[in-house]
């Protein structure tokens, strides 16, 4: 699984995020962000490109639940 937080005071409504991974970001009217904060291991890559793409850096994806030795640098 793959936890996504957005940090709704800093994000600027550019919906980069939605049109980057549309099955997790859904802008609502011209400003809110909608956004599901557990979203599938298959959309890691698309989560990366659309935390990426922000202009305002509001995007955190983080893996959970994952065993420390599949994570790089854990010991």
């Not at 956004?35 to 893996?63: F, M, T, W």
């Amino acid at each position: 699984m793959v936890r996504i937080a957005v940090d709704l005071n800093r994000c600027q409504g550019y919906a980069q995020c939605a049109f980057l991974a549309p099955e997790i970001f859904v802008m609502h009217g011209d400003e809110a962000l909608l956004y599901d904060p557990d979203a599938d291991e298959a959309q890691r890559g698309k989560l990366a490109q659309a935390a990426a793409a922000c202009p305002v850096r509001a995007i955190v994806v983080d893996a959970v639940d994952e065993p420390a030795e599949a994570v790089p640098g854990a010991r």
